[in-house]
T-cell receptor
Framework: DAGVIQSPRHEVTEMGQEVTLRCKPISGHDYLFWYRQTMMRGLELLIYFNNNVPIDDSGMPEDRFSAKMPNASFSTLKIQPSEPRDSAVYFC??????????????FGSGTRLTVV | GENVEQHPSTLSVQEGDSAVIKCTYS??????FPWYKQELGKRPQLIID?????GEKKDQRIAVTLNKTAKHFSLHITETQPEDSAVYFCAASHKAAGNKLTFGGGTRVLVKP
């Protein structure tokens, strides 16, 4: 398995532009997570899906952020309009759960977003 | 919700010495406690995990202990090597919140040759 695949690896955009980050989870994993990492706030969970359904989006900072998971193999995180304070590394992770425990929680390589 | 505190935030050790990182969690229902290592510019990678039905787990030079009564768990790295230098994160999974992991703030470990 190629692991969790994210694209693009780097994104530089101007303030006000729309940004779309993409993620392909590991096949067979039924949970998908979007995290944001900054020096100041560490690793923050933004939203997570179970079987393509959003379960908890309480970490999404504001309405400018939205996430979708149209099928089991693809998810997007969109920021519209982007602002400089959105600059961070965005990680996608996937896992599966059985017997009440988590298994295989794996991160993608991340997207480093810079908003200028 | 779950809250995970991690200490220390930075740790400098001499090569060959041991390193210990401690985490506390708030929700007694949490049942899964992984540790991740993140090298500069790379993704967090799972290095060891422990579940609530055991108190200790070891994998070569790393070990994790769990005290559910006190709600804390620790990572122990023995015979540290320069390649152990990285940021280490602990996390806890809240049972009622599915697979959602709450992370500690991270510990930057520097192993001096």
């Amino acid at each position: 398995d190629a692991g969790v695949i994210q694209s693009p690896r780097h994104e530089v955009t101007e303030m006000g532009q729309e940004v779309t980050l993409r993620c392909k989870p590991i096949s067979g994993h039924d949970y998908l997570f979007w995290y944001r990492q900054t020096m100041m706030r560490g690793l923050e969970l933004l939203i997570y899906f179970n079987n393509n359904v959003p379960i908890d989006d309480s970490g999404m900072p504001e309405d400018r952020f939205s996430a979708k998971m149209p099928n089991a193999s693809f998810s997007t995180l969109k920021i519209q309009p982007s602002e400089p304070r959105d600059s961070a590394v965005y990680f996608c992770a996937s896992s599966f759960k059985t017997g009440g425990f988590n298994y295989g929680y794996t991160f993608g390589s991340g997207t480093r977003l810079t908003v200028v | 919700g779950e809250n995970v505190e991690q200490h220390p935030s930075t740790l400098s050790v001499q090569e060959g010495d041991s390193a210990v990182i401690k985490c506390t969690y708030s929700d007694s229902a949490s049942n899964y406690f992984p540790w991740y290592k993140q090298e500069l510019g790379k993704r967090p990678q799972l290095i060891i995990d422990i579940r609530s039905n055991v108190g200790e787990k070891k994998d070569q030079r790393i070990a994790v202990t769990l005290n559910k009564t006190a709600k804390h768990f620790s990572l122990h790295i023995t015979e540290t090597q320069p390649e152990d230098s990285a940021v280490y994160f602990c996390a806890a999974s809240h049972k009622a919140a599915g697979n959602k992991l709450t992370f500690g703030g991270g510990t930057r470990v520097l192993v001096k040759p």
